[in-house]
């Protein structure tokens, strides 16, 4: 009930192109719903995250849909560039033990060819 | 600049060897976490912490334990190393009150373990 289940495990893209990761949760009292972007030999970072009772948020070429009823979720990445190589993870986030934990997803690695 | 440390990028220990994993953060975060990361599984929680000297298990705590002594350090210690605990290790920090949206988790930049 706490998973969150993130596909595909891996994407490859033309530059231009629009990858778009999807993620499925089951625990209704999941109420935040970030993204993490991970380069090689970094830590993730937060990327974009949402709320249930949106169903949209853009910020440049990255987009958050949400469909609160199907309980998914999904990141958009238009015009993709080399530079979005990377991987992403989808998260959940609730209180659970006197703190807002994260739940992830089993992460995409994206890559975009020139 | 925000700012997570660990102690080490990379780490090669022995089977039943001891090992401590250091975090330092220098946001003044109440919460501390460890994570493992490994490919197809993502992230998973082993321990956090929401204060000093407090602790709280987190989805694979069996086989590690933490210290948290100062609030800006959070150490895992692997009590006898195993091979099945050869993975990458991510420490992160967040505040602890707010609306959900402040509860970003801030990572430093792994430490990859290697148990031989």
């Given at each position: 009930q706490q998973q969150v289940k993130q596909s595909p495990q891996s994407l490859i893209v033309q530059k231009g192109g629009i990858p778009i990761i999807n993620c499925a949760y089951e625990?209704?009292?999941?109420d935040y719903f970030p993204w993490y972007q991970q380069f090689p030999g970094k830590g993730p970072a937060l990327l974009i995250a949402i709320r249930p009772d949106v169903s949209e948020k853009k910020e440049g070429r990255f987009t958050i849909s949400f469909n609160k009823s199907a309980k998914q979720f999904s990141l958009h990445i238009m015009?993709?560039?080399?530079?979005?190589?990377a991987t992403y993870f989808c998260a959940a986030s609730m209180l659970m033990d006197s703190s807002y934990k994260l739940i992830f997803g089993s992460g995409t690695r994206l890559l975009v060819r020139p | 600049d925000v700012k997570v440390t660990q102690s080490s990028r990379y780490l090669v220990k022995r089977t039943g060897e001891k090992v401590f994993l250091e975090c330092v953060q220098?946001?003044?975060?109440?919460n501390m976490f460890w994570y493992r990361q490994d490919p197809g599984l993502g992230l998973r929680l082993i321990y956090f912490s929401y204060d000093v000297k407090m602790k709280e298990k987190g989805d694979i705590p069996e086989g590690y334990s933490v210290s948290r002594e100062k609030k800006e350090r959070f150490s895992l210690i692997l009590e006898s190393a195993s091979t099945n605990q050869t993975s990458m290790y991510l420490c992160a920090s967040s505040l602890?009150?707010?609306?959900?949206?402040?509860?970003?988790q801030y990572f430093g930049p792994g430490t990859r373990l290697t148990v031989t």
């Open positions: 625990n209704t009292a999941f015009d993709s560039q080399p530079g979005d190589s | 220098d946001m003044d975060h109440e602890l009150m707010g609306d959900p949206s402040s509860y970003e």
